[in-house]
């Protein structure tokens, strides 16, 4: 199975902050890799799909790059309701896998 | 605006199957594979496996000889069955909608999510 790594595990920023989520795979997954959000008791929300299309609704200081193994979520000015735990996940092939998390946490 | 929810048992056995439904508002079922997710504190996110809307299924290779997926488009819901299960099987279990069409791959809608926990 392919492993999706992210970097950091938590994090501490501030309103205002410029946030940066890493996520690496074992393998190449071309650009078949999708960003989520969860909140506390909440199910995860799509934020990002196929590395950078923003999905519907979602703010734009969410962006996402990359391909091939390196992967990144950028939060160009933190807002408060984005302080949660962010998740990749990767859709090239089975059994699709999830990173293990990154919370984002109030400094 | 799609909706999904999920339905059945929060408490089950050892050993026992669990069963769970998935109903799905809103929008069709056409098109779309139709996913069961989980999640745990030990193991983080985890993918079960899916149903596509014509009834072909893909699952998990470690969950492969306990789960059995179903769906129902007259009733416009899918379900899961996972056997045998033990404590390992303790997780809040997600339904989700996921678009695969070229270049578009993704799970854009979910369930709120149950609670399942497995204890004698």
């Known amino acids: 199975a392919i492993q999706m790594t992210q970097s950091p595990s938590s994090l501490s920023a501030s309103v205002g902050d410029r946030v940066t989520i890493t996520c690496r795979a074992s393998q190449g997954i071309k650009n078949d890799l999708g960003w989520y959000q969860q909140k506390p008791g909440k199910a995860p929300k799509l934020l990002i799909y196929t590395t950078s299309y923003l999905q519907s609704g979602v703010p734009s200081r969410f962006s996402g790059s990359g391909s091939g193994t390196d992967f990144t979520l950028t939060i160009s000015s933190l807002q408060p309701e984005d302080f949660a735990t962010y998740f990749c996940h990767q859709d090239f092939d089975y059994p699709l896998t999830f990173g293990q998390g990154t919370r984002v946490e109030i400094k | 605006q799609v909706q999904l929810q999920e339905s059945g048992p929060g408490l089950v056995k050892p050993s026992e199957t669990l069963s769970l439904t998935c109903s799905v508002s809103?929008?069709?079922?056409?098109?779309?594979?139709w996913t069961w997710i989980r999640q745990s504190p030990g193991k983080g996110l985890e993918w079960l496996g899916y149903i596509y809307y014509t009834g072909n299924t893909k699952y998990h290779p470690s969950l492969k000889s306990r789960l059995t997926m179903s769906l129902d488009p007259s009733k416009s819901e899918f379900s899961l069955k996972l056997s045998s299960l033990t404590a390992d099987d303790t997780a809040v279990y997600f339904c989700?909608?996921?678009?695969?069409?070229?270049?578009?791959?993704?799970?854009?809608?979910w369930g709120p999510g149950i609670l399942v926990t497995v204890s004698s």
């Open positions: 989700a909608r996921r678009v695969a069409t070229k270049p578009i791959y993704c799970y854009d809608s």
């Open positions: 809103g929008g069709s079922i056409s098109n779309y594979y």
